[in-house]
């Protein structure tokens, strides 16, 4: 059996400067109040190529760990930012160049500034442009975030979704030209609306700053610990479902998916990785329209699925994408979000686990979707993902159950207008 030597390396321990990075600083020892308790899983941490963010309390840390590791004086930079809570949450955009800050209730981008900033003598706090997400949406009124994430396809990866504790996930596709694109999600849904709509007629988005709201069963089993997505364009070999399939931990130990969930613009790279994307996209979705059409016992809501699937993917690949160069020499396919069918998807879920487990309370979920790899026989060959994947569940007692998805999840809507189906069909168990 391996024994531990040490839990912490020796140039982030004390007295070595290092240390310091995660010191937590003397005032931030105050008992927050009901307001400001922790809301979900903290994730404290981001980072970027070798640089690291570390929010302590209300302030931000950057400093890059190989100086750090080497340097015999190396020194950190804070992020001057007016917040009135302390941080819970950093994640980095996939370019790099926004910080998303989640706060108990709150969402601020960060413009991050250039890393050469960390090789100066200057220990001044670096004052960067600074924008609040949701100015009356998320507030301390409002339900507490639970989950801040960047959608993998999103437009210049600045589609940033973010998801409260009472079930409302929003997508927020960010310009720094247009203020409004942070007052206003592009899409907004409302997760216990969605549970238990049988098609479009009603209002599935979030209610407005101070409307009244209703009391649902649904809303203790769908109060939301986790999200993440499925995959990113940006790893070899990832299934086209994948990316663009949010992921939903809930605290009472449920898992749901909203499969296609897609901003008003998206993108792809111009690479070999999302080529196998788009391809195996198209792949499973004519292999299932041709099952399903040859299947005597499918049921109309399959049909209606199937034929549901085919026009989305029609608008994707019927449709000449724009192309983009972008400032570090890639290319980039921009498409629109397909308009054949509503851009809020089916709730799939609450999926069973099998063999039955105790009830148990989560805290955090991720996703790794399965890829075929080449065995060295071709050169050049590149993986293909496939619909499985591997879901991992973090309960609130620190066990981790590994669960088995083998036919992976597709895109799905509810019922069109017209097209009456119940809810048993629409949603099995």
């Known amino acids: ?45 981001a980072t970027r190529d070798s640089e690291v963010f570390v929010a302590v309390g209300r302030e931000i840390r950057w400093a890059d760990l190989a100086q750090l590791k080497e340097d015999d004086a190396p020194q950190y930079r804070k992020l001057a930012i007016s917040l009135h809570l302390p941080v819970q949450r950093l994640t980095i955009s996939p370019a790099g160049d926004y910080l998303a800050v989640s706060t108990s209730h709150t969402v601020h981008i960060v413009t991050l500034p250039d890393s050469s900033l960390l090789n100066t003598d200057d220990p001044s706090p670096i004052k960067p442009k600074t924008f609040q997400v949701g100015p009356t949406t ?72 101070g409307a009244s709201k209703g009391f649902s069963v649904d809303m203790a089993y769908l109060e939301v610990a986790s999200a993440c997505f499925g995959d990113s364009p940006d790893q070899e070999g990832a299934h086209g479902w994948a990316p663009m399939t949010l992921w939903i931990a809930t605290v009472a130990g449920e898992v749901y998916a909203l499969c296609p969930l897609l901003p008003n ?92 487990v105790d009830n148990f309370e989560l805290s955090d979920m991720a996703i790794y979707s399965l890829k075929t790899f080449s065995d060295g026989g071709e050169e050049g060959e590149i993986a293909e993902g496939l619909p499985a994947a591997v879901v991992c569940l973090l309960t609130d007692t620190c066990q981790v159950h590994v669960c088995f998805d083998a036919k992976g999840i597709e895109g799905k809507w509810l019922p069109l207008e017209g097209v009456g189906f119940s809810n048993s069909e629409i949603k099995p168990t």
């Open 265 to 356: 613009k998206w993108q792809l790279p111009e690479s070999h990785g999302a080529a196998t994307l788009l391809q195996t996209l198209v792949t499973s979705i004519d292999i299932n329209y041709a099952d399903v059409s040859d299947d005597q016992e499918a049921t109309p809501y399959e049909r209606a699925t199937v034929a549901n699937q085919l026009s989305w993917k029609s608008d994707i690949i019927y449709h000449e994408p724009l192309e983009e160069v972008l400032a570090n020499g890639d290319t980039i396919k921009v498409f629109p979000r397909p308009a054949s069918v509503p851009a809020i998807p089916l709730l799939q879920g609450p999926f069973t686990i099998k063999p039955a």
């Open 1 to 45: 059996m391996p024994r531990v030597l040490s839990h912490t390396p020796a140039w982030l321990s004390r007295p070595s400067p290092g240390y310091h990075l995660f010191e937590p600083t003397p005032s931030g020892n105050h008992v927050p109040t009901d307001k400001q308790k922790s809301t979900g899983l903290r994730r404290p941490i």
């Open 138 to 209: 998320h507030v301390l009124e409002e339900s507490p975030i639970a989950s801040i994430l960047w959608h993998p396809l999103g437009y210049r990866g600045r589609c940033l979704v973010t998801v409260t504790l009472e079930g409302v996930v929003r997508l927020w596709e960010i310009n720094r030209a247009d203020r409004l694109s942070f007052s206003e999600p592009t899409l907004s849904i409302d997760l216990v609306k969605l549970a238990t709509a049988e098609d479009y007629e009603d209002d599935l988005s979030a209610s407005y700053y």
